[in-house]
């Protein structure tokens, strides 16, 4: 492909060094997961650290998601989709940020499996506007006008209108027939061949006449070579289907390709295996775990997640040690050092000093443990990373900074903390966030006097007065730690406003955060644990009580 479709495959391109057999040159850590607890499915493939989980309810962008649904169409799955209204608005939103014309072709599949406002009316006006007096069309995402970029963006532009139940101008065909005179690139022919036939034009036979890429030196190719032998037998597949032939491809090496491969690579490049290999007639067994994988990305509406894609951080992973740690399970993990050295080795490192600090908590606590750095002793002990004055507006900033300090291995003194009246739910959380930090760090004996079980006693029975579970939990933490044992109405006021929220798909025991937003997320997780040992498992028992309601088992940790 060329033009626009160099923009289409601009991804299989970048990432086609993740086939099978070669070193990839970019600076990814790829690893398994291997410390065998729930917290493996969030590892991202991308950086090695772990990723937050409300990603996973996320659907993949616009272009993956194409890719994915046509690859389940092919292999004769159902793609249907049902996703809500502003979900759609957002992908198609994104898809036209991108470009005019393949964006909307990224919607087509969105559409035909039954978002059917995806693509509308509008769309064929929309499209027709950039068809040019020669009878071509222009994408302006492309910034070029040469042939190669009017054969993309025409194929796409023809492809959103055939979904629309219309067809192109005269003028298109007579310019494409006129294109077919002259020799050219493998990709610009696909494009051409695609073009004719969805104008339900014949396809020359000098079109159909270029070799099958050989895949015999595959062991010798470099990345870059493997990525164009791939997109270059994929473009020999749409030339020969667009002409009514059967292609004829090397098809065991392709096959080998897609067994090594299917559970890494990306939408793309499985999307362009199971079409080559359909096409030339692979048995069904060979997409077995292409299947598996696509399914399993599946979310409730029918679109796809794109896991491979979610970026991970240390900061992530510390809640994920801070979690394992809850859960009296090892912290070691080498993957988590193999990623924060090569971070470093290769220079990703942010020069942010809580991004540092983070990092220094990190490397401890999942490697040997030990002494803090010296680095994290310094950062520590600064003012300007650390308030020795501690404020309703920056308990929460203090509170964050003190515990990726005792995280890094750092003992601090214990700050000096302002006087304000817990009225509000907001100026209560502040509150109780001094109180649960001061504990944390250490100096449970010098929270501040004014700080008392009477004043946070009528919150902590009113879940419904916080913005989220977390901000809840910190008010019930701190009503323990001022020496409060919870009686029935406070364990009525647990389950309303912490155990209702439990249970994330794929991850059963996650919070979610709560005040009307379901993402799952391991800060509030991390709150909620806590907070269940500080009751000596009260909070746990509740959550069973709860999901046992409901006609399941709770396993929380």
């Not at 950086?47 to 962008?61: D, K, M, T």
Request: proline share 7%; charged share 25%.
């Amino acid at each position: 492909m060329t033009g626009a479709g160099a923009v289409l495959c601009a991804a299989l391109l970048a990432s086609c060094t993740g086939l099978p057999g070669q070193q990839d040159p970019r600076p990814q850590v790829t690893r398994q997961p291997g410390t065998g607890d729930e917290f493996d499915i969030l590892v991202s493939r991308q950086n090695g650290y772990h990723y937050p989980p409300f990603l996973r309810e996320s659907p993949a962008a616009p272009e993956a998601q194409s890719y994915a649904l046509r690859a389940l169409s092919e292999l004769g799955r159902d793609a249907r989709t049902d996703p809500a209204a502003a979900r759609v608005t957002s992908m198609r939103q994104e898809a036209l940020e991108s470009s005019p014309l393949w964006g909307r072709a990224w919607l087509v599949p969105l559409r035909q499996g039954g978002a059917r406002t995806a693509l509308g009316v509008d769309d064929v006006t929309a499209v027709e506007q950039l068809r040019t007096e020669g009878g071509w069309y222009v994408d302006p995402a492309l910034g070029d006008d040469g042939d190669a970029a009017r054969l993309g963006a025409t194929w796409a532009a023809l492809e959103v209108l055939r979904s629309l139940g219309r067809r192109g101008a005269p003028k298109t065909a007579d310019w494409l027939h006129s294109l077919t005179r002259t020799p050219r690139p493998l990709d610009e022919s696909a494009a051409l061949a695609c073009a004719l036939r969805l104008l339900d034009q014949p396809v020359p036979e000098a079109l159909t006449a270029i070799a099958p890429p050989s895949t015999h030196d595959w062991a010798t190719l470099t990345p870059e070579e493997r990525a164009a032998r791939l997109n270059d037998t994929h473009d020999h597949v749409l030339i020969q289907e667009a002409a009514g032939r059967r292609p004829v491809i090397e098809r065991r090496s392709w096959e080998a390709v897609l067994r090594a491969g299917a559970s890494v690579l990306s939408y793309e490049h499985l999307y362009f295996l199971v079409h080559i290999l359909k096409a030339a007639g692979s048995p069904a067994k060979v997409f077995a775990p292409v299947i598996e994988r696509l399914e399993s990305e599946r979310l409730a509406d029918g679109t796809v997640r794109d896991s491979h894609s979610y970026v991970g951080s240390p900061e992530t992973s510390l809640f994920v040690e801070r979690l394992r740690a809850l859960g009296g399970r090892p912290l070691a993990d080498p993957g988590l050092i193999t990623a924060l050295d090569r971070d470093e080795r290769t220079g990703s490192v942010g020069q942010d000093a809580v991004e540092r600090l983070s990092r220094a908590a990190l490397r401890r606590v999942a490697g040997k443990g030990g002494p803090a750095s010296p680095e994290a002793e310094r950062l520590c002990d600064a003012e300007t990373v650390l308030p020795t004055t501690v404020t309703e507006r920056n308990a929460t900033r203090w509170q964050r900074i003190a515990l990726d300090c005792a995280d890094a291995g750092v003992r601090i003194s214990a700050p000096r903390v302002l006087r304000w009246r817990p009225d509000t739910p907001d100026r209560a959380v502040a509150a109780a966030t001094v109180v649960v930090g001061m504990a944390d760090a250490g100096w449970r004996d010098r929270v501040p006097p004014w700080i008392t079980s009477g004043r946070l006693e009528g919150w902590a029975r009113h879940p419904e007065s916080f913005a989220s579970v977390y901000d809840y939990t910190l008010v019930v933490r701190a009503h323990a730690v001022l020496g409060v044992v919870p009686d029935g109405a406070l364990h009525t006021a647990l389950a309303r406003g912490v155990s209702a929220y439990e249970g994330c798909p794929g991850l059963p025991g996650l919070f979610q955060v709560g005040g009307g937003d379901t993402a799952c997320d391991l800060k509030t997780t991390w709150g909620v644990w806590a907070l269940d040992r500080q009751l000596h498992g009260r909070v746990g028992r509740l959550v069973a009580r709860v999901a046992g309601g409901m006609g399941r088992r709770a396993e929380v940790w």
